[in-house]
């Protein structure tokens, strides 16, 4: 069907830019005449249109509140720093603590090492096993726990939130509950996918920080009768 | 608009303190998206955007308004996301290369094989599939809209290799996302 003749023009129909681009009707004509016979190039156009429609629909990731202040922080003590660490930049800035703490890291190694080697000597008799203190704690655990104290706070002191502000919360815990059923089923589905892990953990954490909004916003109207100010809608 | 961008860069050359802000607020949700998926990690994608932006801090003098201050933004990232990939080892060049070689592997359907709604995870699962190169033109392209021509200034390569680059990235994800 001499399909790879049109693979150039392929994209072009699928991105609409017969129209903007001024190109010349004429090897477009010749591309839907051939497209109108051709059962491989429409569901190639078909597939290509949903794949470019779908990934233009892809929802944005939200930058966590705290970047725009570690930034500032950031910006805020390289203005402190002498005039000649500024125009040396980030190079000298970051080696030097690097390599100093490094330094730091190789001297209580060896010193570690050192002080084991003696006890070894000393008492070679006394060998147990270290027991971990506690066993790691997986960070889902962290925010379920978080999550759960943060409610009890939250449905203590909901009667102090006016309805309008208590209805928006609620809506955008609902949608955030969403999420964290939908991350959880596809991290059910593939248990080692990062990006599910990911998307769980942020919702989890998107609802700590919504759950601590909620506690201020009560903490600080103090009653029902005052307004607890506006409370912004969640993006579905 | 160009002007719009050499006024804000001078505002911040010249300490104003919410001139940066600004700038920060107009271009970050993007950028954090974009990072993201280049990377696949919610966590790095913060640190990285902070370097990236301190960067822009530290260079904004540079910045003659050749480009929007948008797309020199965006070079600024994309650079950085591919220097931290290839720390990562995983090198952008042989995994776009081996994708050159990959081009008989384009189902031939009679009917369309990607079903008609394709839902965000297993699209943002198939692009983190991509290699690195083609994720790169394809986020850039189909997910934030740049032309050609823009991905071309933004990632210094011809806007032939774009094209090509988005053609082979959505024929990958077919095949990927394929029923």
Partial sequence: MNCELYDDLLDDYVDGVRASDQRSDEPFAAFEQHLAGCTRCQAL?????????????????IPPPRLWARIASSIDEQQRQPWWQRQLGGTF?????????????????????????????????QVAAPQPETESVPAEQHYERAIAGLQRLAQAQNGALDPETRAVLTKNLAVI?????????????????????????????????????????ATDSGGPEETAGPARELNQ | MRTADLELAARCRAGDAGAFEELYR??????????????????????????????????????????????W???????????????????MNRATESLDEEGAEEPVAPAPVVPAAVSRLDLER???????????????????????????????????????????????????LRR
């Fill in chain 1, 45 to 61: 156009v078909a597939d290509l249109t949903r794949i470019r429609l779908a990934a233009s629909a892809l929802d944005e990731h």
């Fill in chain 1, 93 to 125: 800035s970051a080696w030097v603590p690097a390599a100093v703490a490094a330094s730091i890291a190789l001297l209580l190694v060896a010193g570690g090492w050192n002080a084991w080697q003696q006890r070894r000597i000393e008492t070679p008799q």
């Fill in chain 1, 177 to 217: 509950d969403r999420a964290i059923d939908e991350s959880r089923a596809a991290l059910d589905q593939e248990p080692a996918s990062a990006l599910a892990q990911e998307s769980l953990l942020e919702a989890l954490e998107t609802k700590v920080a919504l759950l601590q909004e909620t506690v201020a916003l």
């Fill in chain 2, 26 to 71: 107009q271009h970050a949700r993007r950028l954090f998206s974009l990072v993201v998926r280049m990377i696949g990690s919610v966590d790095d994608a913060e640190d990285l955007l902070q370097e990236v932006f301190l960067q822009a801090y530290r260079k904004l003098s540079g910045f003659r308004g050749d480009s929007a201050l948008g797309t």
């Fill in chain 2, 73 to 91: 933004l965006y070079r600024l990232t994309m650079n950085h996301c591919l220097d931290h990939l290839r720390a990562r080892q995983v090198r």
């Fill in chain 2, 126 to 176: 198939a692009i983190n599939m991509l290699p690195d190169g083609a994720k790169a033109v394809f986020l850039l392209h189909d997910v934030e809209g740049f032309e050609h021509r823009e991905i071309a200034q933004i990632l210094g390569i011809s806007e032939g290799t774009s094209k090509s680059q988005v053609h082979k990235a959505r024929l990958k994800l077919r095949m990927i």
